[in-house]
């Protein structure tokens, strides 16, 4: 099976200075900067997306915040991410919401709010009561916290470790339903189709051997975007209408791909779905699904 041909032809170039062992944030920020980049499907350069995060009235907009949030070698600002994803969706707001908050929850992993236990004498050389306070409850969260590790220990020793397997980037393990960017299953990821392109798109079967689980990913070969939608559409066997489908509908963008489908026995996992062209006025549908 081939590799996955992502929608970025720029390579992920590690930074050595960088790395996981060295930076425990690089497990956190892999996933969204494949994500990230994957999303600039047509490959815009950072004076287009400076522009057209302009046009789209997002600051902060300069070449150097776009350049920052695509290598995203350290996290960017919220406002930044906006701008970077309202400049290659065409200001879709739902997928700058959904970045948006995939970026504030790495936020609050990396750096947690320690607003209250900055403790410090008030004026008058006395705890404040609010600071007390403050003191009070972070100690006894972190005795909960201890309570709970040592408990988790105990049980792990008595019950023997879980029995699946966790993903590389995450350390979880993937469900169906889960982001296969975000989760961590795009690492390994490979083409399980033949190449498969029809008017106006290519379709693809995606495999992860990690996380054994399948998503659909489909690309625009039109150049088209604006105005019109993709739509994915990841099921097992030959019932799309089955109640754990995983489906996706994206506007305005170069291309797009479905939740994963954790793969289970034997049954195979297909992959259909349509483009829309004109603004709408016709929808472009795969003529046969692509299964494995």
């Known amino acids: ?25 690089e497990r956190l920020l892999r ?32 070449k150097s915040t ?14 930044a991410v906006a701008a970077y994803v309202a400049a290659v969706t065409d200001d879709n707001a739902a997928l700058v919401e959904k970045f948006v908050e995939r970026r504030d929850s790495i936020a609050a992993e990396l750096k947690p709010d320690t607003a209250s236990d900055e403790i410090e004498p008030s004026s008058g050389g006395q705890w404040s009561r609010r600071r007390l306070a403050a003191l009070v409850a972070g100690t006894a969260v972190v005795t909960v916290v201890v ?24 350390g979880a393990a993937p469900q169906t339903g889960d982001d296969p960017i975000f989760s961590g299953c795009s690492a390994d990821a490979v083409r399980a189709n033949a190449p498969q392109t029809v008017e106006g798109m290519s379709v693809f079967v995606i495999y992860s051997p990690a996380c ?12 088209a975007g604006a105005g019109d939608s993709i739509s994915v559409v990841t099921y097992r066997g030959n ?14 963008v170069g291309n797009a791909y479905s939740p994963l489908i954790v793969r289970s026995g034997t ?15 016709r929808t472009i549908k795969l003529p046969e699904p692509q299964c494995t």
């Open 147 to 170: 309570t709970a590790v040592i408990t988790a220990l105990i049980t792990a020793a008595v019950v023997g470790p879980d029995t699946e397997e966790p993903t590389a980037e995450t």
């Open 66 to 79: 776009m350049h920052a949030v695509q290598q995203c070698v350290r996290l960017p600002a919220a406002g």
């Open 31 to 62: 996933p969204f900067r494949r994500a990230l980049q994957d999303l600039n499907g047509e490959n815009r350069t950072v004076e287009a997306l400076s522009r057209a995060a302009k046009n789209a009235g997002r600051t902060p907009n300069s």
């Open 1 to 25: 099976m081939a590799a996955e041909m992502r929608s970025s032809s720029e390579p992920v170039v590690p930074d050595p200075e960088h790395t996981e062992e060295s930076d425990p944030a």
């Open 212 to 223: 054994n689980a399948v998503w659909g990913k489909i690309e625009r070969t039109d150049g």
């Open 267 to 281: 049954e195979p996992i297909c992959v259909t779905g349509s483009v829309t062209v004109d603004n709408g006025a």
């Open 239 to 252: 019932d799309p209408t089955r109640s754990d489908t995983q489906r996706a509908v994206e506007p305005g």
